[in-house]
């Protein structure tokens, strides 16, 4: 299973920008997907999550700005962001947990190589 993140980059506060995260491979199911980022000298935190049913959770953070969705046919997640912050700057993360797949597997939980998002002032 690969989960690969596209949309990062550069934005100036109070701008927006969508992240993706297309997970491949020999997937029957996927319980959650999530969003995770680290800041420099920080640890890594949640920011959302969604279950196969539509359930969301979101950081006290970003409730209000950031809006998690996913495409459960495509196995893909994204996060719209916007109002961004120069806090929000960090590299994010997709997660995928609570993975089923085709092959029997013990292993369940996936993370994609991460993408960067910097907001300026």
């Known amino acids: 299973v690969q989960l690969v993140e596209s949309g990062g980059g550069l934005v100036q506060a109070g701008g927006s920008l969508r992240l993706s995260c297309a997970a491949s491979?020999?997937?029957?199911?996927?319980?959650?997907m999530n969003w995770y980022r680290q800041a420099p000298g920080k640890q890594r935190e949640l920011v959302a999550a969604?279950?196969?049913?539509?359930?969301?959770n979101y950081a006290d953070s970003v409730k209000g700005r950031f809006t998690i969705s996913r495409d459960n046919a495509k196995n893909t997640v994204y996060l719209q962001m916007n109002s961004l912050k120069p806090e929000d700057t960090g590299v994010y993360y997709c997660?995928?947990?609570?993975?089923?797949?085709?092959?029997?597997?013990?292993?369940?939980?996936?993370w994609g190589q991460g993408t960067q998002v910097t907001v300026s002032l």
């Open positions: 997660n995928a947990d609570g993975v089923v797949t085709t092959i029997p597997s013990p292993k369940t939980d996936y």
């Open positions: 491979g020999r997937i029957f199911t996927i319980s959650a």
């Open positions: 969604i279950t196969s049913g539509g359930s969301t």
